[in-house]
């Protein structure tokens, strides 16, 4: 598995491969991680490493997302010294909170928070209490064993994040 460091405010750093700093033109990128599998105006898409990078309108570099958690196939993403989709959704919440201090976005919690300091933000399709809701109703309903195996494989997704992006300073606000 390839390591990505994930360096907020800054960029990320591919192990063997570079590193992609805030700022870069697309050109520029393509230099360090060659022709992506994907691309438009304003977003390349580098699918075997997992990443998607977003250009502003001056097409330089301003945000970066690992889009296989909790479960990359290829990539191992580290934030802080940890593994990130390794933490469960309240861990990784902890610790950016604890590096970003109090200017965050929780409008969107607990499936997805911005946090500003850092410019981190973290996505999950649903909450782990969204499943645990999801299965009370299915037991009370008479469905929960025809829809068990799915239901369960999404309790243990969501525990976890399934994005995690950063941007350049000021990105979230």
């Keep these: 598995m390839t390591k990505i460091e994930l360096n907020p405010l800054k960029g990320i750093h591919i192990a063997e491969v570079g590193t992609i700093e805030f700022g870069m033109t697309a050109n520029e990128v393509k230099e360090v991680l060659g022709q992506p599998e994907q691309e438009d105006d304003f977003q390349l898409f580098y699918y075997s490493e997992e990443l998607r990078l977003d250009f502003n309108s001056q097409k330089c570099l301003e945000f970066i997302e690992i889009i296989s958690g909790p479960y990359p196939k290829a990539i191992k993403p580290i934030l802080y010294a940890v593994n990130p989709f390794e933490l469960l959704a309240n861990e990784l919440v902890d610790l950016l909170i604890q590096k970003n201090g109090s200017d965050i976005d929780y409008s969107e919690a607990p499936e997805c928070y911005a946090f500003r ?57």
């Design 117 to 173: 300091n850092i410019s981190v933000g973290i996505f999950r399709e649903v909450s782990e209490e969204t499943i645990r809701q999801s299965i009370k109703e299915a037991k009370e309903n008479g469905t929960y064993e025809d829809e068990k195996i799915w239901l369960l494989d999404d309790l243990e997704k969501s525990k976890h994040f399934w994005t995690i992006g950063i941007g350049l300073k000021d990105y979230y606000k």
